[in-house]
């Protein structure tokens, strides 16, 4: 057992996962000498040599493109897009190709992928730095989309998702690269792609989250047990697709009383499914109407700080929704 | 267009090879022709063509090794599909949207080609997509060879496409990563001079496709499309030089496109009659035969046999597609993801 952060927990994964399986290797911009821009993949090229991490040219189309095609000749690849906000150039190949070769071929050809980005806001990243986009792609079929936010599910879930016959979008906060800090054990270990986590027990009311906000959730369930009493539970998602629906069903039978809290935009973001899911199968264990606090419909967190914050959840507005819920 | 050069035997392609080419380029044609039928009866909702690329098809596709090179054709590829092994009764399979299609089990339009068995990758309908894909394996092939130190693969991976998908950014951008990484790919244009109603002028300010591989840093040659010889030598060529690991080439066949883009599509909405007529003068099956027959080859009671037999197999295919089941409902969910089911 060690204490890692969470980049470090997510490179050690990787690093598994390459000294494991010679066909694992690692295309994207900077990831080579760099080991990127983040420093993910820092060491792995000195370690592996240049065929295993591979500078890619500043396409994200080929990026992804040419991973499929590796995939489908027999390799297993992860692509890395810098920051998830430079994916759209890849997106006919993620969500025209990846997501349907398995569909469209009548189950003769699969693409055991791993897209790997940064998302997320809070660093001062404006626009184009700070982008949710998750939502987008869980509504594709054929793809998997996963969020983890711990080092301990990072390190578990990019074995999972290199193990995965299928395309994995795996989205790593990258606010939560360094801030974040765990226990992970020393040798290897899965953590299962569509499992959600309690993270932590409460009778009063659920927050269902991911990423980031998991963090800002315990932290408000934490102050508000001090302050008020209430006991909050919270559960991570980490899977945005698959949905665990059992997991989201059990935690809002159990208090009655749910607040969704994600950072990427209210409206169709992954809220309105797990809202619509619990109302049309635990609606008359409800005590109070489904609440959500989420990002507010502008294309994404403006560069000024007073905007950020404006924009951002945070563990205060978390409590204070929480407040609201539990006193309804 | 130049007329068909004998010299046949510096090619290593002997008699048997060119009568097994012409064949092939027949039963594309005839398996073509009844699609088209069988669409104006209101049996096949959907075909698209390759009348006018079957020398380039079939030429190309008779320089690679069936189940060791990687294909990834795009629609009109027919002529390709069957030169490496697909038989006429899964190509109607396909057209009739039956369970046993091999390409996708019903769930794709016609001509949508993909055989794992046969190495044949499968394709979408957006153009220039499977570029990628193309490159993708090509750099599989050298990662491998390059952690071995030596080449265990040597096969490669043949991609096509139209002029009118050579606009695509796909198609630089996947280029551009073979180009710098030498990969084992062929890349073939398939260029008749139209992307459905457009003409290549309005595609591009230049005039060969082929002349952008420099660009990339690999060559670019212009074949005549309606020799199938020609197209023939030019792959082996590219082909010999990507197992040897001296990287992609890109080949421009110029073909004509003698049908409308498909049958939705009506091409004297923006082809004049002259021009239609005109085409039709460059046809390849004509071209070849007739060549065939000069140098001794074919003669006529030889080419009605071989017609007779091929329209037989077209026969037999077409019914027996029609009388297979078409996919059971029950199967709509399956294999969304792969492993699941």
Redo the contacts between chains.
């Keep these: 057992m060690a204490e890692l952060s969470l980049i470090e927990a997510l490179r050690a994964g990787i690093d598994e996962a390459m000294a494991a399986d010679?066909r694992v290797?690692i295309?994207g911009e900077d990831v080579g000498k760099r080991g990127g821009v983040f420093r993910v993949t820092e060491g792995l090229q000195d370690k592996y040599?240049p065929?295993?991490v591979i500078d890619?040219?500043l396409?994200e189309?080929?990026i992804?493109?040419?991973?499929?095609?590796?995939?489908?000749?027999?390799?297993r690849?992860i692509a890395e897009i810098q920051f998830a906000d430079f994916i759209w150039?890849a997106m006919?190949?993620i969500v025209?190709?990846a997501a349907?070769?398995?569909?469209?071929?009548?189950?003769?050809?699969?693409?055991p992928l791993v897209i790997r980005a940064p998302y997320g806001g809070g660093i001062h990243g404006a626009l184009y730095h700070s982008q949710s986009v998750e939502s987008i792609f869980a509504h594709v079929?054929?793809l998997?989309v996963v969020v983890p936010a711990t080092p301990y599910d990072v390190k578990g879930m990019i074995r999972s998702a290199i193990d995965d016959?299928?395309p994995v979008l795996f989205f790593e906060h990258k606010k939560t690269y360094r801030l974040i800090k765990g226990q992970v054990p020393d040798g290897e270990y899965r953590v299962p792609i569509g499992k959600a986590d309690v993270k932590r027990q409460g009778s009063d009311v659920t927050v269902i989250t991911y990423g980031l906000m998991l963090h800002y959730a315990l932290e408000a369930a934490e102050a508000l047990a001090g302050t008020d009493g209430i006991e909050t539970e919270v559960l991570d998602l980490r899977s945005v697709r698959p949905l665990d629906v059992e997991a989201i069903l059990a935690s809002a039978r159990k208090t009655g009383k749910v607040l969704i809290v994600h950072e990427d935009n209210l409206t169709a973001g992954i809220g309105a499914e797990v809202a619509a899911l619990i109302a049309e199968h635990a609606f008359e264990y409800l005590d109070a109407p489904i609440m959500r606090l989420c990002g507010p419909d502008v294309p994404a967190m403006p560069f000024a700080a007073t905007l950020e914050e404006a924009f951002m959840p945070s563990p205060e507005k978390i409590a204070a929704k929480l407040r609201e819920l539990a006193a309804y | 267009m130049t007329d068909v050069q004998p010299g046949s035997v510096a090619t290593g392609l002997d008699h048997g090879d060119l009568v097994a080419i012409y064949e092939k380029m027949l039963l594309a044609r005839l398996l073509d022709e009844r699609q088209w039928i069988l669409n104006r009866q209101g049996k096949a909702p959907f075909v698209i063509s390759c009348q006018g690329h079957e020398a380039a098809q079939v030429g190309s596709a008779y320089a690679l090794t069936p189940g060791k090179d990687?294909i990834l054709p795009y629609y009109r590829d027919l002529g390709v599909v069957l030169t490496l092994g697909v038989t006429p009764s899964e190509v109607m399979m396909g057209l009739f949207a039956r369970a046993g299609?091999?390409?996708?089990?019903g769930?794709?339009m016609p001509a949508?080609y993909?055989?794992?068995k046969l190495k044949i990758?499968?394709q979408?309908s957006?153009t220039g997509?499977q570029?990628?894909?193309?490159?993708?394996?090509?750099?599989?092939?050298?990662?491998r060879n390059?952690?071995a130190g030596r080449i265990v693969d040597d096969a490669v991976?043949w991609v096509s496409f139209g002029e009118g998908t050579s606009s695509q950014?796909?198609v630089h951008?996947?280029m551009?990563?073979a180009g710098?990484h030498r990969l084992p790919v062929i890349f073939v244009c398939e260029n008749n001079g139209y992307a459905i109603s457009v003409p290549q002028r309005m595609q591009m300010g230049i005039e060969n496709v082929a002349d952008r591989a420099a660009g990339y840093g690999f060559p670019g040659v212009v074949v005549d499309g309606g020799d199938p010889i020609a197209c023939y030598e030019a792959t082996l060529a590219a082909v010999e030089r990507a197992r040897r690991g001296e990287g992609p080439t890109l080949l421009e066949f110029k073909c004509v496109r003698l049908t409308p883009h498909s049958s939705d599509d009506n091409d004297r909405t923006y082809r004049t009659p002259e021009e239609i007529k005109a085409i039709r003068q460059h046809d390849p099956l004509a071209r070849f035969a007739a060549y065939l027959q000069a140098e001794g080859i074919l003669n006529e009671a030889r080419e009605a046999e071989l017609r007779e037999r091929i329209k037989r197999l077209v026969n037999e295919a077409t019914a027996a597609a029609e009388a297979a089941p078409p996919p059971d409902p029950a199967t709509l969910l399956?294999?969304?993801?792969?492993?699941d089911?």
Aim: aromatic share 10%; with cysteine.
């Design positions: 010679e290797f295309f040599g065929w295993r890619s040219p396409a189309g080929i992804v493109g040419a991973c499929i095609g590796a995939a489908l000749y027999g390799m690849p150039p006919n190949q025209s190709e349907r070769i398995c569909y469209r071929s009548n189950g003769d050809w699969n693409v079929p054929g998997k016959p299928n | 990687w299609d091999p390409n996708s089990g769930r794709q949508h993909g055989y794992r990758v499968t979408s957006p997509t570029v990628p894909h193309a490159v993708g394996i090509g750099l599989g092939i050298k990662i390059e952690l991976a950014g796909e951008e996947a551009n990563l710098i399956q294999h969304v993801y792969c492993g089911q």
